[in-house]
């Protein structure tokens, strides 16, 4: 994750460089602040270029954690104009500069404001403040799990209806079409995907990516992000056409758009705007492959040529072994589907995409 961590005394940014270093020894990538106009200056602190509450939106934007070394009041008046949604809001962690108490502030669960909290607690001995319901009755939260498991939950409003049965006590039977590595709790009762269609009672957590099963009242589905979509073009390509034809191979193969986790091309297309911004609007990274690993894709796992492919763009194709280097431990799903100047190919990872 990358984390700002912002001080505005000397006490709070000695501080504030000695959490940067805890959280960059635990794989995040941390970088100390101080306000302008501070009147003293710190080894492996920087200025930020204006003031604090007119930074803010920056910070918001580029940053997936804030660490806030300053007074509750200061942080919750300074994040309020930029708070916008819990699933893009970044966490938010206050912390008083004696290092007593580290709160979590905003997005505890989905953005992981309670996990830097408590990791932030563990390594300074500072007291975690954590205050969401499932947390405080000790129960789990679907929308960590789905974070945890790399699933999307549709619709996005039972999260909440859900985490509060949850934190009453009340239990919520999972299904899943896929072998997750998920214990039975107290709370969380495994169910054999079998018996899915029949009668059943209480909150339920469908794990698919199939679009013929519905969710009930009382059910969240969770979409896994295991679909990769390889994608050929004709030069100049408009990104609708891609769109288009990349939902359509969705539609066809059965699947939720909320599976797709990246487009794949070979490197000689990674230039075109309309492969590009198809990316940007699926919200969803663009991956490329040279020309030898393409080769190599198709002849190990026996893909079809194409002589006219290979002609234009020395592979033998281009969406299939594309979208299979990008989808460890896959099966192609959909092969190739053409379209008007877009070809467009599907690959699913069966297990192991949450690892």
């Not at 910070?59 to 893009?88: C, E, N, W």
């Not at 009668?199 to 698919?208: C, D, F, K, P």
């Not at 986790?261 to 663009?286: C, Q, W």
Request: net charge neutral; with cysteine.
């Amino acid at each position: 994750m990358r984390i700002a961590v912002i001080a505005v005394t000397e006490r709070g940014a000695g501080l504030g460089v000695r959490v940067a270093l805890i959280l960059r020894e635990s794989g995040h990538d941390a970088q100390v602040f101080t306000v302008p106009g501070a009147a003293f200056e710190m080894d492996g602190a920087a200025r930020l270029q204006g003031p604090l509450g007119r930074e803010m939106g920056g910070l918001f934007k580029h940053y997936r954690g804030l660490v806030m070394i300053m007074a509750l009041g200061i942080v919750v008046r300074t994040i309020a104009p930029h708070i916008g949604d819990k699933r893009s809001d970044p966490a938010v962690v206050a912390m008083d500069e004696r290092g007593t108490h580290v709160i979590s502030v905003l997005s505890g669960h989905t953005g992981g404001a309670n996990d830097l909290a408590r990791l932030i607690a563990r390594h300074t001995g500072a007291g975690a403040v954590i205050t969401t319901a499932t947390d405080v009755m000790g129960a789990p939260a679907v929308d960590v799990l789905a974070r945890d498991f790399k699933l999307q939950p549709e619709p996005a409003g039972s999260v909440k209806k859900i985490n509060g049965a949850l934190a009453r006590g009340e239990k919520l039977y999972w299904y899943s079409e896929y072998h997750l590595p998920l214990e039975e709790s107290a709370y969380l009762v495994p169910r054999p995907w079998e018996t899915l269609g029949g009668e059943s009672s209480g909150w339920r957590a469908v794990v698919t990516g199939r679009n013929d099963v519905a969710a009930e009242d009382g059910d969240i589905l969770l979409r896994p992000r295991n679909l990769v979509a390889g994608v050929g073009c004709k030069k100049g390509a408009a990104s609708s056409a891609i769109l288009r034809e990349v939902k359509k191979a969705l539609a066809e193969a059965g699947r939720s758009l909320l599976c797709l986790k990246a487009l794949a091309t070979i490197d000689k297309k990674s230039s075109e705007e309309g492969i590009i911004e198809a990316a940007e609007e699926l919200k969803v990274p663009l991956l490329v492959f040279n020309s030898e690993d393409i080769n190599k894709a198709i002849e190990d796992l026996g893909l079809q040529k194409s002589e006219f492919v290979t002609g234009k763009m020395g592979v033998g194709g281009v969406c299939e072994p594309a979208a299979m280097l990008a989808c460890r431990k896959g099966i192609l799903l959909a092969g190739k589907i053409k379209g008007p100047g877009v070809t467009v190919a599907l690959a699913e990872e069966k297990s192991g995409w949450w690892e």
